[in-house]
């Protein structure tokens, strides 16, 4: 039996098993904060471009080197909610020293002109693209 590890060393493409010791999927993303060490739980994928379900950190028994162990039954797994990508935000800070007014023009002006991904207001599950991409990562480590 291997020794428990931290949350810290869980990598995606982990295996995944319920309470019976069933394999239920791998681990496509940790959800936490390193530096604050506030782990929030894990998106687990059923198959290979499978939509990803959510285990919240309380739902975690043991964790050891490979291998997250739930204490969920495999059927309580299946009806666990899907994971869905936190809203993006976006924070808008003066460049120069300026009055607020001119530099907030400015600042919204180079965000309009630069703005790479779209500011969502809403969580989202993730698409075919996004969980193709978890794919590749858990699979090349």
Do not use: H
């Given at each position: 039996?291997?020794?428990?590890?931290?949350?810290?060393?869980?990598?995606?493409?982990?295996?995944?098993?319920?309470?019976?010791?069933?394999?239920?999927?791998?681990?496509?993303?940790?959800?936490?904060?390193?530096?604050?060490?506030?782990?929030?739980?894990?998106?687990?994928?059923?198959?290979?471009?499978?939509?990803?379900?959510?285990?919240?950190?309380?739902?975690?028994?043991?964790?050891?080197?490979?291998?997250?162990?739930?204490?969920?039954?495999?059927?309580?797994?299946?009806?666990?909610?899907?994971?869905?990508?936190?809203?993006?935000?976006?924070?808008?800070?003066?460049?120069?020293?300026?009055?607020?007014?001119?530099?907030?023009?400015?600042?919204?002006?180079?965000?309009?002109?630069?703005l790479v991904a779209?500011?969502?207001?809403?969580?989202?599950?993730?698409?075919?693209?996004?969980?193709?991409?978890?794919?590749?990562?858990?699979?090349?480590?």
């Open positions: 039996m291997a020794d428990p590890t931290s949350w810290l060393t869980i990598r995606p493409g982990w295996k995944v098993v319920a309470s019976d010791g069933s394999e239920v999927g791998e681990v496509s993303l940790v959800t936490g904060d390193e530096n604050q060490d506030i782990f929030n739980g894990l998106a687990v994928s059923p198959s290979a471009l499978g939509k990803p379900r959510y285990v919240a950190a309380e739902q975690i028994a043991e964790i050891t080197d490979g291998v997250v162990s739930l204490s969920l039954s495999p059927t309580a797994v299946e009806s666990l909610p899907e994971y869905l990508e936190p809203a993006t935000s976006a924070v808008i800070e003066p460049d120069d020293k300026a009055g607020f007014g001119e530099s907030v023009k400015a600042t919204a002006r180079e965000v309009e002109g630069e779209p500011v969502e207001a809403r969580e989202r599950p993730p698409g075919l693209l996004r969980r193709i991409r978890l794919y590749l990562r858990r699979k090349t480590g």
